[in-house]
């Protein structure tokens, strides 16, 4: 009688909370734990990350470290003061856990207890990597590179504080880059001994940055596992706007200073890893100078010869993080496959190359001691970022964290898919449908038709913060996101197709995937389609503004409306420069055709335009422009403006306001 009733309780609970779901709020997405990092301790048992809470009164965020076992339990948080703890690891011994805390390096014991400080620089401490036996540690530190202390480079931040002329003065490109103007210091490498606490900058006086400021890895530098050289990426080009030409080097830690180049390409060469024997230095290689999207390659140094081996030259798929098994013969990386972001096996013998997970979003390996399981961040569309893990052949997936489990088991999330439709030239085109919560087929919904930035990009089965497929499904729309032409994870083919031509064929795919949809899918309203994008999606809102009235309205964010003035404002100018053929003035016919400023006459779609002033990827006269023709045009338009955000919107108040902007402009054109 007692198990009877004791499954009769289960069962009302979980109706219960199956009657409490919801669909998800904006609050809801906020609320949500972000996992950003994790390390895996030396004997495999145990994991450490860092999370990030966001709260909306306060406006910001704060990152906090939690502990647990590598099987899934205990699960607590160490570190959860108010002024921020994150990027933990554990050293060597295992002892002891190292994180950033207040812009320098501290250590603490495992529970969180009996706190250090590492490092004391005055210009700060991040990305720290552990030589193999925890005597010495790499870390970045941004200085002026002529400064040989700390009290120097305090002493020229405190002038330029106190000097009442605040004017710039330029001599070369890149006087800013994303949405921070570089001024005069550099990020250099510097050299730890952990035992004395004493340091030395390995690229002192350098005026290049280490690692540099775009198309790099995550850390782009390491230690050999006998921890007397170092591997790092750098460029060293004399314009580094037009240039995408990361190179590795290699330095003797006792010779700072003294450096030598050991890559060849004249394209992005980044993200240096020695093997487990100390003889290949493994990197990152792109053929094509001026590319930021080629294909990624996997290249071998030969440290005793000097020989280099593109070892995945054949392989048309491009290569994320590199993670040596123990043995030295297979490579574990990720890389975008179709919709997904996959991990793959391969064997350096063979050339054997095996997928061990396919779908969700999957990065950040860690290997155990044994090199038998997998450790990784993976998220998805109805899944937030979680660590999970994973034998080394690709079985028994396991969840280790379930840091939002509470919060999700009250929402409903739309059920995810994909479909494929024929693009220009009998191309294939997969899109992504996320129908609302609580689908009933019988009924009609609005379609909410998204075009994704990069253009080299694509929409994934992932859980994005800012563009979340869930966050419009949840409003009631059918979510189509297609990947066309330009897209990542098809092939370098199919990506390599829409540089020079940014309105064509991939205008074709997009119309043709929304056609599909609108035959296939009855249970879409054809009389309520709306479209919105960003970057180069919000280039192709307004390139349809001018080609289409398809739609009942549109949104633009941080989009590209007029391609000649563009140029001129950006900064990483490679990449206009390598899609259009040229400059403005070199290929003046390929600017005007593909502008969608040239087709204004055209336009007739109430249009919402949202910018941030501090974006200087996109900068803001492209929407200060398209507003001004929209309005002289007659047409209905709004202008939300962020005085203090970029090419993202990062604040969480700001994204509320981000998102209720979006959802009342498209609900008063519902037709």
Not at 181 to 187: F, H, N, Q, T, V
């Amino acid at each position: 009688m007692k198990r009877f009733f004791f499954f009769l309780l289960l069962s009302i609970s979980a109706l219960t909370i199956s009657a409490q779901k919801r669909a998800m709020t904006v609050e809801d997405m906020w609320n949500m734990k972000r996992i950003t990092s994790f390390d895996l301790s030396p004997d495999g048992k145990s994991i450490v990350f860092a999370a990030t809470s966001y709260d909306m009164d306060k406006n910001k965020g704060n990152s906090d470290i939690w502990m647990i076992s590598s099987e899934g339990k205990y699960m607590h948080a160490i570190k959860n003061s108010e002024d921020g703890e994150s990027a933990p690891k554990f050293t060597t011994d295992g002892n002891k856990i190292a994180y950033e805390f207040k812009n320098n390096i501290w250590l603490c014991d495992l529970d969180g207890t009996n706190n250090s400080q590492l490092t004391d620089l005055y210009t700060g401490v991040s990305r720290l990597v552990w030589s193999k036996d925890g005597k010495f540690a790499l870390f970045v530190s941004s200085v002026y590179p002529d400064c040989t202390t700390q009290l120097c480079n305090e002493k020229k931040d405190k002038e330029a504080e106190e000097s009442k002329v605040k004017a710039k003065i330029f001599t070369e490109l890149m006087y800013r880059h994303w949405n921070e103007w570089r001024g005069d210091k550099r990020s250099h490498l510097f050299l730890l001994n952990v035992s004395t606490k004493e340091y030395v900058d390995l690229t002192l006086n350098s005026k290049f940055d280490v690692p540099p400021i775009a198309l790099g890895g995550d850390v782009d530098y390491a230690l050999s596992p006998d921890g007397n050289e170092v591997a790092f990426t750098m460029n060293t080009d004399k314009d580094l706007a037009t240039s995408t030409n990361n190179d590795v080097f290699i330095i003797n830690n006792k010779a700072a200073g003294n450096y030598k180049k050991i890559s060849a390409s004249n394209g992005n060469d980044n993200g240096p890893v020695y093997s487990p024997d100390e003889k290949f230095i493994a990197f990152h290689s792109m053929a094509r100078t001026g590319f930021e999207a080629d294909k990624q390659t996997l290249v071998l140094y030969n440290r005793a010869t000097g020989e280099l081996k593109n070892v995945t030259e054949k392989l048309d798929i491009s290569i994320g993080q590199i993670l040596f098994s123990p043995d030295g013969k297979f490579v574990y990386y990720d890389s975008d496959r179709e919709a997904f972001h996959s991990i793959y096996k391969y064997n350096l013998e063979t050339g054997e190359n095996k997928v061990l997970i396919k779908d969700g979003t999957n990065s950040s390996m860690k290997l155990s001691p044994d090199g038998n399981t997998i450790y990784f961040l993976r998220h998805g569309t109805t899944l937030p970022t979680e660590i999970f893990s994973m034998d080394t052949n690709g079985n028994n997936l396991k969840q280790i964290t379930n840091i939002n489990s509470n919060l999700i088991s009250y929402i409903e999330f739309g059920e995810f898919d994909t479909f494929w439709s024929s693009g220009a030239n009998k191309a294939k085109v997969q899109s992504i449908i996320v129908k609302p919560p609580f689908f009933n087929p019988n009924n009609k919904y609005p379609l909410m038709f998204l075009i994704h930035g990069g253009p080299q990009g694509n929409w994934a089965d992932d859980f994005h913060y800012r563009w979340n497929l869930q966050m419009f499904a949840a409003k009631g729309y059918v979510v189509v996101a297609p990947n066309p032409r330009g897209s990542t994870g098809y092939g370098q083919k199919f990506t390599d197709e829409i540089s020079g031509d940014w309105g064509g064929k991939v205008y074709t795919d997009l119309m043709n995937a929304y056609d599909y949809v609108l035959k296939n899918f009855k249970f879409i309203d054809a009389k309520n389609t709306f479209a919105s994008g960003a970057s180069y999606g919000g280039y192709m809102i307004n390139w349809i503004e001018g080609h289409t009235t398809r739609f009942n309205a549109l949104f633009c964010h941080d989009g590209v409306f007029n391609l000649e003035s563009m140029w001129g404002t950006t900064e990483e100018l490679w990449f206009p420069e390598w899609e259009m053929k040229g400059t403005p003035y070199s290929n003046r016919a390929l600017h005007q055709k593909w502008s969608p400023h040239q087709f204004v006459n055209n336009f007739k779609t109430p249009m919402l335009i949202v910018h941030g002033a501090l974006d200087y990827r996109v900068p803001e006269g492209q929407a200060f422009e398209l507003f001004t023709a929209l309005q002289r045009k007659g047409v209905s338009s709004k202008f939300l403006y962020f005085p203090e955000e970029y090419h993202f919107v990062t604040k969480p108040q700001n994204a509320r306001l981000w998102w209720n902007t979006i959802f009342d402009w498209f609900e008063q054109y519902k037709k």
